[in-house]
């Protein structure tokens, strides 16, 4: 979906995976699998659907 922006980072044996919906509308994606061992850092929303990311919402993920 080009209007979502997702990535990993990996640092000292931590992993971070940093997603964005640039969309003004909710967007689809397949985090569910991906973030099932992770830590939810930062959201700009209180209640996220994990494979939902609503209009303009930015996540971070930490793995150890």
């Known amino acids: 979906?080009?209007?979502v922006i997702?990535?990993?980072r990996s640092y000292e044996g931590e992993k971070w995976l940093v997603a964005v919906?640039?969309?003004e509308k909710e967007r689809t994606v397949g985090l569910?699998?991906?973030v099932k061992e992770g830590e939810l850092l930062?959201?700009?929303y209180e209640n996220q659907e994990t494979d939902q990311l609503?209009?303009?919402e930015a996540r971070i993920y930490r793995f150890a």
Do not use: K
């Open 1 to 3: 979906d080009p209007e």
């Open 6 to 8: 997702a990535y990993t």
């Open 21 to 23: 919906n640039y969309s």
């Open 32 to 34: 569910s699998e991906l």
């Open 42 to 44: 930062l959201s700009n």
């Open 54 to 56: 609503s209009p303009y």
